[in-house]
């Protein structure tokens, strides 16, 4: 076998291992497109949810509160009602990726969210792997309204994913 083979079939069969276990299996190529520079406490605030990939028909808005160091606590608000809570700790190594850890009994997944790309005044666009086992990806911005040049900046993350259709216009949903 060639190398590449050999990496290939690996890739195979850690995808098949981890979606066994419930867990997504997130390729290097998200990593690549997460940003390089992030200072998590620079999220903290509202971020309303104004592009996502799916039509949604809810309004909602995420808080994030910085907890120290790497933490985050995430409140996520559907309608003015408080639908779940969780917590991400950016990765060691990895600035832009983030993760949300899991507790599946005897073992802990790391469930990640990948920031794309973020001005942390105006807007962050995400790409989270869901505990479904499915993936997730959406713009947010601090006000319920995005401009139109903030949203072109906003979906590049989404291009270096291919996340577009053969026209190059990103698979998103204006909510």
Same mark, same amino acid.
């Given at each position: ?14 995808? %098949?291992?981890?979606?066994?276990? $419930?867990?997504?299996? %997130?390729f290097y190529q ?10 998590v406490s620079d999220?903290? $605030? ?22 120290? $160091? ?19 700790t950016q990765h ?18 790391? %469930? ?42 906003? %979906? ?11 026209? $190059? ?7």
């Open positions: 076998m060639t190398q590449l083979q050999v990496l290939v079939a690996f890739s195979v069969v850690c995808a %098949i291992f981890f979606s066994a276990q $419930g867990v997504p299996y %997130i998200h990593e690549q497109c997460a940003v390089n520079k992030l200072n999220l903290s $605030g509202d971020w309303h949810l104004v592009y996502h990939k799916d039509k949604l028909h809810k309004k909602t808005v995420t808080k994030i509160s910085h907890l120290g $160091g790497r933490a985050l606590q995430v409140a996520v608000q559907e309608d003015g009602n408080l639908v779940k809570t969780y917590n991400l060691e190594s990895l600035p832009g990726k983030l993760e949300n850890l899991v507790n599946r009994g005897s073992w802990t997944a790391a %469930i990640p969210t990948f920031v794309l790309s973020v001005e942390p005044d105006k807007y962050m666009t995400l790409y989270h792997a869901n505990e479904n086992n499915s993936d997730d990806y959406a713009i947010y911005s601090r006000t319920a309204v995005l401009s139109e040049d903030n949203y072109n900046k906003a %979906i590049q993350g989404l291009v270096c994913l291919r996340l577009v259709d053969s026209s $190059g216009k990103p698979l998103l949903h204006k909510l």
